[in-house]
């Protein structure tokens, strides 16, 4: 089955500061990548996909590149603003009739932003 | 609005007693999911379901019991079967089929489920 890695946390960084958060995987078929976000007591909300390889997803000043070469997906944001703190999940599905929609998660990355 | 209601927010169970957690959705998806959240972790799927009346286990099914009578509904029951039912639950849905695999879960705003 597929598999995800993400970086471990927790991130802590100021305002304004550049943020990355890792995520690599492992997988079958023809997996699609996908961020979420959870914010505090709340359920997840999707950030941003790809599709196909080399695709970028953006949403919110959030960017992440499907790297198919090196099966990865890391978020980037310039910026950040302390609104940003929250749980920060990288997800995979795969393609195909038998995986219809299924996702595998990482576990998670808790990202900080002081003011 | 489309979207996936999940209630209650907050559920207290007495150790024996099984409980009952609703996830409804109106976004006409095919597909509904449960998930188990533990503080600090990621998801793990407990049960799934690609149309009504079918459901198959997911990662962690033991001690946890589901139905899918209606499209929009997908209930979920923590059994006295489950050792450790402390946690956050999540149910999400989404589209179902070949080409649907780029097609997001939409998620509730979970229950918390602690034990007296």
């Known amino acids: 089955g597929n598999s995800v890695t993400q970086m471990e946390g927790p991130v802590t960084l100021s305002e304004e500061a550049f943020l990355t958060i890792n995520c690599t995987y492992t997988a079958t078929g023809y997996p699609s990548p996908f961020w979420y976000v959870q914010y505090p007591g709340e359920g997840l909300q999707l950030l941003l996909k790809?599709?196909?390889?080399?695709d970028k997803g953006s949403n919110k000043g959030f960017e992440a590149t499907y790297r198919k070469e090196t099966t990865s997906f890391h978020l980037e944001k310039g910026s950040v603003q302390v609104s940003d703190s929250a749980v920060y999940f990288c997800a995979l599905s795969d393609h195909g009739e038998a995986a219809g929609n299924k996702l595998t998660f990482g576990g998670g990355t808790r990202v900080l932003v002081k003011p | 609005d489309g979207g996936i209601t999940q209630s209650p927010k907050y559920l207290f169970r007495k150790e024996g007693q099984n409980v009952t957690l609703s996830c409804e959705q109106n976004l006409n998806h095919d597909a509904m999911y449960w998930y188990r959240q533990d503080p600090g972790q990621g998801l793990r799927l407990i049960y799934y379901?690609?149309?009504?009346?079918?459901?198959q286990k997911g990662d962690i099914a033991e001690g946890y019991s589901v139905s899918r009578e209606k499209k929009e509904s997908f209930p979920l029951t923590v059994t006295s079967a489950q050792k450790n039912p402390t946690a956050f639950y999540l149910c999400?849905?989404?589209?179902?089929?070949?080409?649907?695999?780029?097609?997001?879960?939409?998620f509730g705003d979970g229950t918390r489920l602690s034990i007296l």
């Open positions: 790809a599709t196909k390889a080399d």
């Open positions: 999400a849905s989404s589209v179902w089929g070949r080409v649907s695999g780029n097609q997001p879960q939409h």
């Open positions: 379901s690609q149309i009504v009346n079918d459901f």
